[in-house]
C-alpha cells in the first residue's frame, strides 16, 4: 500500500533490544525513499563509547539525558525512519516529541524469540549491559512486564516479529501506515462533503 496519503514526517521504531529495529528500520527506510537513523548509534558515535561503557562510566540516568538530547535532535528533522533505543519511552518527554513528528510503531516479540536473538546477536554480548540484576530469559521478562505499558502508551500500532522475516515485518508495517492513510483521506473526505451540504 501507498503511504503517501498519510504526509508522514517521520516513522519511529520503539520496542525491546532485538526486535529487530534497525534491521527493520533499514528496509523500511529503502522502501519509502527516507533516510535511516538509530538514535544508540547516534549517541555511541557522538560519546565514542558503547552503551555499556557509558553506563559503566556514567549510570543510566546520564545515559538517559544523553538519549533525549538526541531524540530531540532527530525530531527536528523529517520524512527519516527512526530505530530507537528500548528505553527510549521511558522519558515521557521523548514520547511527546516523537508523536508530534511521527507514527510510532512497537515491534514486539517473546522473550524466547528475543532471548533467542540475543545469543546470536555479537553486539548485544559485548556493547550493551545488563538491564536487571538477573540475566538472560528473567530479565528479558522482567523488564518487558515493566515496559510493556509505556509502549502500549507510546504506539500508533504495533507489529509481531516472531517467525517472521525482515521483509514480512516491512509488509506489515506499510500495509498498516497505508490503512491509516486511507481512513485519514475518508474522514477527511467525509468532512469537506459535510461542510459542503454534499451527500
Known sequence: MNVEPLNLPNVFLIGYRCTGKTSVGKLLA?????????????LTAERKKSIREIVERFGW?????????????VCG??????????????????????KAVGKLIWLRATPET?????????????SRPALTSGDSIAEIEE???EREPYYTQA??????????????????IMGSLGEMGAERNDT??????ADRGLK
Open 30 to 42: 529503502a522502501r519509502l525513499g527516507w533516510p535511516f537513523a538509530d538514535t544508540d548509534s547516534l
Open 61 to 73: 540516568q546520564q545515559f538517559r539525558q544523553w538519549e533525549c538530547e538526541v531524540v530531540k535532535r
Open 77 to 98: 528533522e523529517n520524512r527519516q525512519v527512526v530505530a530507537t533505543g528500548g528505553g527510549v519511552v521511558l522519558d515521557d518527554g521523548n514520547v511527546v516529541r516523537m
Open 114 to 126: 528475543i532471548r533467542s536473538r540475543m545469543a546470536q546477536d555479537a553486539d548485544t554480548r559485548t
Open 143 to 145: 523488564t518487558l512486564l
Open 155 to 172: 504506539m500508533d500500532f504495533s507489529v509481531d516479529t516472531d517467525n517472521r522475516r525482515i521483509h514480512e515485518v516491512c509488509d506489515a
Open 188 to 193: 477527511h473526505n467525509s468532512s469537506l462533503k
